[in-house]
């Protein structure tokens, strides 16, 4: 007995490829939203810190308002890498559903790209040819994904707020 998946149209398949296509352009943007704001609420924290050290305040009002600075800075980049490990899911998710769609509908492109930048780390990349223009594409040896890189950023930080709070407190202990 067929499937209900086999028995679907072309027609409903390729709408199905055009809302998951939709969808990952929305999340991708979303993503950029929200790297944007983070990344400005982070900068925005940094010039408030560098403002309160050329300030030079009485060292308590100093060093309460750093060490709020840097635990706001924390919890920030603990909301966005969150929100990044979250986006990573649903990003391959979303790769491996239109790859699955245009496999259906025959779509050989996607298949090909695919193929060509999901070579194993340890083998030589996969060169896919284009037969009609001559043409042949083989990607660099790119090891890991832009995505998982990119996801790094709030930790990296999250750790320079840490260092900054230690300062603080190793500047008090010290004092």
């Not at 930048?117 to 060169?127: K, N």
């Amino acid at each position: 007995m067929p499937s209900a998946q086999s028995q679907r149209s072309k027609e409903d398949l390729g709408d199905e490829l055009r809302l998951n296509l939709d969808l990952w352009k929305h999340e991708e943007g979303l993503r950029q939203q929200r790297n944007t704001v983070l990344l400005g609420t982070n900068a925005f924290l940094a010039v408030a810190a560098s403002a309160l050290i050329n300030a030079r305040p009485p060292w308590g009002i100093a060093l309460s308002t750093g060490i709020a600075l840097a635990g706001f800075g924390l919890l920030i980049c603990w909301i966005w890498d969150r929100l990044q490990q979250r986006h990573v899911v649903y990003a391959d998710f979303r790769r491996k559903q239109i790859r699955e769609l245009a496999a259906q509908l025959n779509y050989e492109s996607w298949e090909r790209q695919w193929e060509a930048l999901r070579s194993p780390p340890d083998q030589s990349p996969v060169q896919v040819e284009f037969p009609h223009t001559g043409a042949h594409f083989s990607p660099r040896q790119a090891q890991g994904s832009a995505i998982l890189t990119e996801s790094l950023l709030p930790r990296a930080i999250a750790a320079a707020w840490a260092l900054f709070a230690l300062g603080g407190v190793i500047l008090t202990l010290c004092r």
